[in-house]
């Protein structure tokens, strides 16, 4: 019997195995034939089609924002990650998914049954920033509040915790991607070129930075001259960028303003003493944590590896998956 756990995430998937930990991190992409609607590849392999795909292939995110933007794809997808991470043996796993907290009851059980469908002997979900928190090595079953901010590719998710549950969490799409929009839109004003997802990625991860540190990174960019249309390389500051990803960055900050607000003041004693945990890839963006401490004056940790502490969260919970049987 193996029972598993899966980080259905809006950027990746990321996949635990009860006693043998992570066996896959892959992107939710997936390549279909936009004629016959067959799905063509999944993961690595279809986001290398991302952005170079000839006409009829098309690349999606089918949990695009945060939602699912196509339940057929969904489930195409969950099926083929969880194939490759169990094998196609004869097995029926408990499966334990996590989904991002704003999916509605439709899409839940959309989820649901496509794992099921998989040949999953029983479905549990978790709403992720819960899991996320487990994950970072939170204690969350205690009296005490926590609170988690979970920036992801499409969504941010904010929220308080306590006693094992969820007291108050918001779901806002700013995120990851935001960020590479951002990019993208200040390098075609600014610079009058024009760049891809990818390298606006690559930029991001590179000197993207959303707190004035004075460091003088720089980088050089390729991509094609909006005017001319030819090829063209740039260089690119962290300086001046900072600015163009700071406005989305401070919404951010603004949300979680407003949920510190809106909680028992008890529970924002406890924040104020233990600090806020920043979990899930966006919090990567250099400058984050500085941000957030500055401006709402609390302590501010980066979970150890937030791009897998949720699907390491589903490791812990399918230790005692009997508590989550209702
Ligand atoms: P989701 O849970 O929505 O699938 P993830 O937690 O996997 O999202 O995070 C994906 C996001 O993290 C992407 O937008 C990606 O660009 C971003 N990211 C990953 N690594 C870094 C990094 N080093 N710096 C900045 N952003 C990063
Ligand atoms: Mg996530």
Redesign the pocket.
């Known amino acids: 019997m193996k029972d598993i756990g899966i ?1 259905l ?4 998937v990321v996949i635990y195995v009860k006693g043998q930990g992570i066996v896959l991190n892959e992107p ?1 992409v997936v390549a279909i034939d936009s004629e016959t609607k067959k799905v063509l590849a999944v993961g690595n392999e279809a986001n290398e089609m991302l952005g170079r795909t000839p006409g009829k292939i098309k690349a999606i995110r089918p949990m695009k924002d945060g939602v699912i933007a196509d339940f057929e794809v969904t489930g195409a997808m969950l099926d083929h990650f969880i194939k490759k991470a169990i094998g196609k043996r004869l097995i029926k796993p408990r499966i334990l998914i996590c989904c991002p907290s704003n999916i509605t009851q439709v899409e839940k059980t959309a989820i649901v049954e496509a794992a099921e469908r998989t040949g999953a002997r029983k479905v549990f979900i978790e709403e992720e920033p819960k899991v996320a928190a487990i994950g970072a090595g939170l204690d969350i079953s205690k009296p005490s509040g926590n609170m988690v901010i979970d920036i ?4 941010t998710d904010i929220a308080v915790l306590s006693l094992g549950g969820i007291v108050n969490s918001e779901s806002i799409r700013i ?3 935001t960020f590479d929009s951002d990019i993208i839109k200040y390098i075609k004003d600014k610079h009058k070129m024009v760049i891809g997802d990818r390298t606006a ?1 690559d930029i ?2 590179e000197i ?1 930075s959303v707190y004035n540190n004075d460091k003088e990174e720089q980088m050089e960019v390729k991509g094609r001259d909006a005017i001319t249309g030819l090829p063209k390389t740039i260089t690119i500051t962290q300086e001046e960028l900072e600015p163009a990803l700071k406005e989305n960055a401070m919404k951010l900050v603004r949300a979680a303003k407003a949920a510190l607000e809106q909680i028992p003041p008890e529970l924002s004693a406890d924040i104020v003493d233990k600090g806020i945990i920043l979990t ?3 919090s ?2 250099e400058g984050f944590p500085q941000l957030f401490k500055e401006e709402l004056n609390v302590p501010v940790f980066v979970a150890d590896s ?2 897998t502490c949720v699907a390491e969260g589903t490791g812990v919970l399918l230790d005692h998956l009997e508590l989550l049987e209702h």
């Open positions: 980080d995430g809006t950027a990746n939710s992801g590719g499409g969504t995120a990851g991607n990625e991001k991860k993207g899930g890839g966006g990567l963006l937030p791009l």
